[in-house]
């Protein structure tokens, strides 16, 4: 077992009718963007594991159908199909930028690929090869990653208390772009 969890969401719904010009009454094409949430790191280094967390306690709320939600663990790079499926992707990852514990960051994609090398975690650049990959292969929709500077990065399954107590305010980062 991988340890990874994958939701799907469910899309057969069709959308309301067109009340427009005629009032003929033909299904209209607007649904519900199909929205990914990605939870990446590594559980078994403290607050690396910070968007598997916030992805598991997600995964207790009632979301919209069209939200999936997926545990990536360190391997983004794995649910390409997903990523190139989505209207938006969310990313929930720590991401190191350089400021107070549990200060959270929302980036894109651009803000990702301008970072230098040396700046990027292992995490960033599989985020970013994810993304590369999925633009390679036909592109992918709307990007955001929501990170939070980390703390303890040692070993440990436990968030250190400053990730813990910011969990909620994270979670709630994550609910307002899915909207």
């Not at 967390?53 to 997903?82: C, K, N």
Request: with cysteine; net charge negative; proline share 3%.
């Amino acid at each position: 077992m991988s340890g990874r969890s994958h939701h799907g969401y469910r899309d057969g719904k069709e959308g309301p009718r067109d009340s427009g010009a005629g009032g003929t009454g033909v299904r209209s094409n607007s649904r519900p963007k199909r929205t990914l949430v990605v939870g990446v790191g590594n559980l078994l280094l403290k607050d690396e594991g910070v968007g598997i967390h916030a992805v598991r306690r997600l995964e207790q709320m009632q979301l919209p159908d069209h939200v999936q939600l997926i545990d990536a663990g360190t391997s983004a790079i794995d649910f390409i199909s997903d990523i190139q499926n989505a209207d938006k992707v969310i990313f929930v990852d720590a991401v190191k930028a350089g400021g107070e514990p549990g200060s959270i960051y929302r980036l894109t994609k651009e803000d990702i690929a301008a970072r230098t090398g040396s700046q990027l975690s292992l995490h960033e650049i599989g985020v970013l090869e994810a993304l590369n990959m999925a633009e390679c292969l036909g592109g992918c929709g709307e990007v955001v990653i929501i990170g939070i500077e980390p703390k303890e990065m040692t070993w440990g399954m436990e968030l250190s208390s400053e990730l813990e107590s910011k969990l909620p305010e994270l979670i709630e980062c994550v609910l307002t772009e899915i909207g």
